[in-house]
């Protein structure tokens, strides 16, 4: 009987070829170099660390969103109080809010509305100087800036940054107004509700150091074509503009200014005239400014100072505080 005959191993693995062996030291030293590449890359590309607020640098705040800083504003462009005519009740409502909070007590928001030009912007602006001159005990503080009371500009198209801002003053030992001036908002615009969560809502609300005011030509912040189109496109008309017109309810405190009278619009000229020492006859100055009022179609603050501007120009007359003295 044959013998069978035995199939030998397969000698594939024999003729492979060999592959070195990288020692392990080189591979350590590679996957080092790697990670620290990688960790200088991402250092790179991460932001930088930012800065706390120097809050006693100024009063007065410009929000950056970009950088989430707060740039101090060494000189506000202001009016004084006493030339803000024809808004008495307006002016004295906002004093005694704003002393309120200034002291930490309970006070609202605040919504300026109405015509152009009749000094919503600058009563704010008044309104905390006025304030935190009152708390030092003297006008002008020079370069003293540790007053409890800060003034934070936010432009209109920044309102999204709101919940940054907060974060960043919240908890701080200030008190801060958070100030936006020509406030209002279009179609299609739906950051109004970071502001909505600001004001009232949110889980966390509006921090206790902190009072938003708000300036605009609309009592309801929106374009009556943005109401109009909500109410004949959407399934429920009723809760459509609800939504957008809830946003001024947000504001404890609305505050109307109208057209001025002409008598009104003749103190503010005869106030700005008195202030910085023009010497012109009166009865041109009635003259001239209700001529240049006529060709502007207005009568208010900003068109009695457009006029005081314009006189003191043709008189050689510089509008400083150097004149008031």
């Not at 509700?193 to 929106?222: C, Q, W």
Request: with cysteine; net charge positive; charged share 30%.
């Amino acid at each position: 009987m044959p013998k069978r005959r035995r199939n030998s191993p397969p000698k594939a693995a024999a003729s492979r070829k060999a592959v070195p062996v990288t020692p392990a030291w080189v591979l350590t030293t590679g996957a080092e170099d790697t990670f620290a590449r990688i960790a200088e890359a991402l250092e790179r590309l991460a932001p930088r660390a930012l800065a706390p607020p120097r809050f006693t640098a100024a009063d007065a705040f410009s929000w950056q969103p970009d950088g989430r800083q707060l740039v101090p504003v060494p000189k506000v462009n202001r009016v004084e109080m006493s030339l803000l005519k024809g808004i008495d009740r307006m002016r004295d409502v906002l004093v005694e809010n704003t002393e309120r909070f200034a002291r930490g007590l309970p006070a609202n928001n605040a919504l300026l509305w109405g015509a152009r030009g009749m000094g919503k912007s600058s009563l704010v602006k008044g309104v905390h100087a006025e304030i935190n001159a009152a708390q030092h005990g003297r006008k002008g503080r020079g370069k003293d800036h540790d007053g409890l009371l800060k003034l934070v500009e936010i432009h209109r198209e920044d309102i999204e940054s709101l919940p940054d801002l907060m974060m960043l003053i919240r908890g701080a030992p200030y008190r801060f107004i958070v100030f936006c001036d020509d406030l209002s908002f279009e179609a299609e615009d739906t950051s109004y509700k970071s502001l909505k969560a600001m004001l009232e809502g949110g889980i966390e609300g509006r921090p206790d150091n902190v009072v938003f005011y708000a300036t605009s030509n609309r009592r309801h912040l929106m374009a009556r074509e943005m109401v109009d189109n909500e109410r004949s496109t959407a399934i429920n008309p009723g809760e459509a503009v609800e939504e957008k017109v809830s946003l001024s309810d947000r504001f404890g405190l609305w505050l109307g200014f109208h057209r001025c009278s002409q008598d009104e619009f003749l103190a503010m000229v005869d106030g700005y005239v008195a202030h910085f020492r023009i010497v012109h006859p009166p009865e041109d100055i009635r003259r001239e400014a209700l001529e240049w009022a006529t060709t502007r179609g207005a009568r208010s603050g900003r068109v009695a100072w457009q006029y005081v501007q314009d006189l003191a120009g043709r008189l050689g007359v510089r509008l400083t505080e150097a004149n008031c003295e």
